[in-house]
Antibody
């Protein structure tokens, strides 16, 4: 069974850094396209980043230069390193398996709160 | 800046048919944008309904269908049920690895 478990969220001060993890089971992360999508409280979904099976990475303009998507093949885990966090980054962050032009098998989400 | 447009809200009667759309602030949506659709209820992760324009995700009933209608992506729900009352989001592939979600449509069944 395919499953994604998002962890690593929490309360962080403005300007701080945080790393989110997405542990996968039932498939091999490095063979797939994997994405992060976020949702600010009471707002809609926002695509954040994607990593291809080739290792190519892409980012939304809102996070480019601050966030880095990566994966650890030995732990079959996807990561999102978030730096220079601001209040606008407060959101639930979801990872998702991305194939055939769709987002699938969503994680349960992890809440990041940026506040002093 | 590309904006993906969705109706903020829509209402449908039980048993009725509703079509939600997904457009672009500038230009037309085509199969090259590979529209996909997601259902979300409060506090839950999104559920994938339709991907790559018209492919139903596993376990999604066939009363949900996706298409291109005119210059927009479209999600049609036939025979609406009470538990279809949710938020619906579309996302478009803009090329060069970039995706953009619409603002979502709040569907009421009454």
């Amino acid at each position: 069974e395919v499953q994604l478990v998002d962890t690593g969220g929490g309360l962080i001060q403005p300007g701080g850094s945080l790393r989110l993890s997405c542990a996968a089971s039932g498939f091999i992360v490095s063979n797939k396209y994997m994405s992060w999508v976020r949702q600010a409280p009471g707002k809609g979904l926002e695509w954040v980043s994607i990593i291809y099976n080739t290792g190519s990475t892409y980012y939304a303009d809102s996070v480019k230069g601050r966030f880095t998507i990566s994966r650890d093949n030995s732990h079959n885990t996807l990561y999102l390193q978030m730096n220079s966090l601001g209040a606008e980054d407060t959101a639930v962050y979801y990872c998702a398996n991305t194939f055939d032009y769709g987002f699938h098998s969503w994680g349960q989400g992890t809440l990041v709160t940026v506040s002093s | 800046q590309t904006v993906v447009t969705q109706e903020p809200s829509f209402s449908v009667s039980p048993g009725g048919t509703v079509t939600l759309t997904c457009g672009l602030s500038s230009g037309s949506v085509s199969t090259n944008n590979h529209p996909s659709w997601y259902q979300q209820t409060p506090g839950q992760a999104p559920r994938t309904l339709i991907y790559n324009t018209n492919i139903r995700s596993s376990g999604v009933p066939d009363r949900f269908s996706g298409s291109i209608l005119g210059n927009k992506g479209a999600l049609t729900i036939t025979g609406a049920q009470a538990d279809d009352e949710s938020d619906y989001y579309c996302v478009l592939y803009m090329g060069s690895g970039i995706w953009v979600f619409g603002g979502g449509t709040k569907l009421t069944v009454l």
